[in-house]
Structures are given as C-alpha cells and as structure tokens.
C-alpha cells in the first residue's frame, strides 16, 4: 500500500535553530499536508500543498510541494519551545481518498 | 464557529464491553473521518463517511468495529466486545465537501483493562 517516510524520527535542537524535515512516497500524491500534534491534543494543520513545485509559508513556517509529487519538506526558521511536538507530513491522491500519514518528525528543544 | 467535537475525550472500558465514541464534525461539514493512533505512532485511516454512507471503509477491522454518520446527530464509532490490542487515541475529522482539507477533534482515548 502507499507509505509516507518521514525523516529524521527525532530531532534535538537548540531555541533559535532552524529546523527542516522531509516526507518522500513512492507514489504520487496531489495534495500534501503537513500538521502538527501536541501531546494529548489532535492534529492541527499547518499547511496545506495543491500543485507540483508550490511554496507556501505560515509564519515561520514553509513547506514545498516537490516536483516529482512524491516528496515534500517543512521548514521552520529561528525554533521557539512551543514548537515543540510530533509533526506529520500526509498525503492524498485525490479529492475523495483516504489521506495517508507519515509516522511524525519529533521535535526537542534543548533548555 | 466550533471546531470537531469528540466525546468522551477518555473511555476505560473492560474486556467484552462496548465502546461508542461520537464525533460532531465542524458546521458546514458533511465529510466525516476516523483514524485510530497507536502510542509513538502516525495516524491509521479507519473510515471515511458522508450523511447515511459509508465512502471508504477499507481501514476498519473486519469484525467487532462499525461507523455511522446519521441525517441528524453526531458520528458514531462503535467498537463491540473490546479487547486490550483496541487501547488507542481515536481521531475524528471533518471536512467541508469541496475541501480536500480535514480538521482534527482532540480525540478519544480508549483504555481496555
């Protein structure tokens, strides 16, 4: 079945750093999405990728639908401690699919 | 505006019982989800339903789990004699229908002692 590879699993940061993760499939998909979960909480969207090659930015946030439609990346610049958490990339074919979820980037910042 | 409503947030229930976990998806929605999420794990897709259909129910376990999502009322996701391996947090999400995207509830997390 299609599968979403998130890397890294974890991350352990220092306050200030920039931070980037990535999502890659072997299949394609027409509308990435990246959301983020806190502990306890559910997932909350981020943003959200419709078209080959499209950057988009939330704040401090950007991600970018790859090229290929079989990848896509998060960044996040200058990293505060309520980012912290589990962020899921996920993916979907079409409009009426199933979304598929990757198994979440955990994100630690270092006091 | 609300967002998805999901009720109870916590159900402890013991082996052989059964679990009704509703969801209330977000006004304007008609496109309801449910995924199920393991401790240190991504979300799984259970089932995805629209007023009095079921779309795609091709991640539900065979036996024991049934959804619904009535003309009037919240979805319901019922799990029947509960057994340990269905502890989980259970999401739900609602989607508007021309929208591809889907909002979360806070979930139901499910104890089986």
């Known amino acids: 079945g299609q599968q979403l590879n998130q890397s890294p699993q974890s991350m352990f940061i220092q306050e200030g750093e920039d931070v980037s993760m990535n999502c890659t499939s072997s299949s394609i998909f027409n509308t990435w999405l990246w959301y983020k979960q806190d502990p306890g909480e559910g997932p909350v969207l981020l943003i959200a990728l419709y078209k080959a090659g499209e950057l988009t930015s939330n704040g401090r946030l950007t991600a970018q639908f790859g090229i290929t439609r079989k990848d896509s990346f998060l960044n996040i610049s200058a990293s505060i401690p309520s980012d912290v958490g589990i962020y899921f990339c996920?993916?979907?074919?079409?409009?009426?699919?199933?979304?598929?979820f990757g198994k979440g980037t955990r994100l630690h910042i270092l006091p | 505006n609300a967002g998805v409503m999901q009720n109870p947030r916590h159900l402890v229930r013991r082996r052989g019982q059964e679990a009704r976990l509703r969801c209330s998806p977000m006004k304007g929605h008609s496109h309801v989800y449910w995924y199920r999420q393991l401790p240190e794990e991504g979300l799984k897709f259970m089932v995805y339903?629209?007023?009095?259909?079921?779309?795609?129910e091709s991640g539900m376990p065979k036996e024991r789990f049934s959804a619904e999502f009535p003309k009037e009322g919240p979805s319901i996701l019922r799990i029947q004699q509960v057994v340990r391996g269905d502890s989980a947090a259970y999401f739900c999400?609602?989607?508007?229908?021309?929208?591809?995207?889907?909002?979360f509830g806070a979930g139901t997390r499910l104890s089986v002692l």
């Open positions: 339903l629209q007023k009095e259909n079921i779309i795609d």
């Open positions: 996920a993916g979907q074919v079409n409009r009426d699919d199933k979304i598929i």
């Open positions: 999400a609602s989607s508007p229908p021309a929208l591809t995207v889907q909002y």
